[in-house]
């Protein structure tokens, strides 16, 4: 082999007499000398000429000695440093050098994190090539781990305001909720029967009636009729009222219960004696004439007698009478009292002296004077009892 003057082969390293390489010569390996890049977890760039630095401990718990080989002598990346260092030497500190309190979470690395892993040993253009790439991939796997802890805590803030708004909305209670509508005081039975409903004169409606549920016991001895309260759909009035006013008015001592005679008692279903029904002018007009009687003319009520059905016509019951003025809780009295007094077999009847008392069987819907004569008011068929 040709040797240069001091005794260096021309090609290849420096060798001994006997052919075996000078110490502390770098060996090859794969015809590539081993080279040490920089940035990122491969320390500084290291001049050329400069002699393998020394074999480092890595401290108890540390990671394996060749990652430790893979920096140099003067990175140690285990000695604590402060934020203003770290970001000055390293070339990715604004990733991965957080402080544990600006807002990353506890997962973000810090400074005093071990690496984990074993870095790859790059080898000449390849290993440039390499180290690139591998720096970029955990840039872009911190940059997403980072993303990903910001959005969650965004998601974790929205979460939380959420949650107060309705623990806020759940303290207030349904009592603090706004109502739709301002309350009312509940009217009392006089209170409602005293009031006027609206309601058309010319009002007609589907013909379909609703039983208005309940019972109501018979509360004498004497002869009892049992009876059902019926209300037109779509009337849009009280029909438990209703009911309450039929069997009050029937069982006063005023009325056909005189002296114990009779008791009436309201049944919802079975066969009852008759119907009181309550129903729109039309309805009424068409089962009135259904017994030949003619509502029609005054707006009135009847007892349809070639049928179960007492009609009270509903315009009535909620506007009452010019008769009868403001006073509409008498005047409903007397329109049970004056149809039912028909089922139970009275006709027509007229006061005979003036300022006396109309009978209840006087049609006072339509007048209360006659031939010169002034009647009074009357609801009842037993007035002075």
Known sequence: MPLLPDGTPARGVPRLADGTPARG??????????????????????????????????????????????????????????????????????????????????????????????????????????????????????????????????????GGTRSATDQARDARGSDSRPSSSPSVATLTYAQAMGEKYPLGATLKGPGRFDAVPGFDKAPGTGQKYTYRVDVEQGLGLDGELFAQAVQKTLNDKRSWAHNGARTFERIHTGKPDFVITLASPGTTAKWCAKSGLDTTEDNVSCDSASTERVMINAYRWAQGSKTYGDQIHAYRQMLINH???????????????????????????????????????????????
């Open 25 to 158: 010569t770098p060996q090859v390996r794969g015809g590539h000398p081993e080279q040490r890049e920089g940035g990122g977890g491969w320390g500084e760039l290291r001049q050329s000429g400069v002699s393998i630095p020394r074999q480092r401990q890595a401290p108890p718990g540390g990671p394996r000695q060749d990652y430790v080989d893979a920096f140099g002598e003067d990175d140690d990346v285990f000695a604590p440093r402060n934020a203003a260092s770290a970001h000055a030497s390293h070339p990715y500190a604004s990733v991965t050098d957080r402080d544990p309190g600006a807002g990353v979470g506890a997962s973000a690395e810090t400074d005093d994190d071990p690496p984990t892993g074993v870095p790859a040993q790059a080898k000449g253009g390849k290993g440039r090539t390499f180290t690139g790439i591998a720096a970029a991939a955990v840039t872009t796997v911190l940059a997403v781990i980072v993303a990903g802890q910001v959005a969650n805590g965004r998601e974790d803030d929205a």
């Open 339 to 385: 149809e039912v007094g028909h089922r139970l077999g009275h006709g027509h009847v007229t006061c005979s002296k003036n300022g006396q008392l109309a009978p209840v069987m006087q049609q006072q819907t339509k007048f209360l004077d006659h031939d010169g004569i002034h009647c009074l008011p009357n609801p009842w068929p037993y007035p002075g009892s």
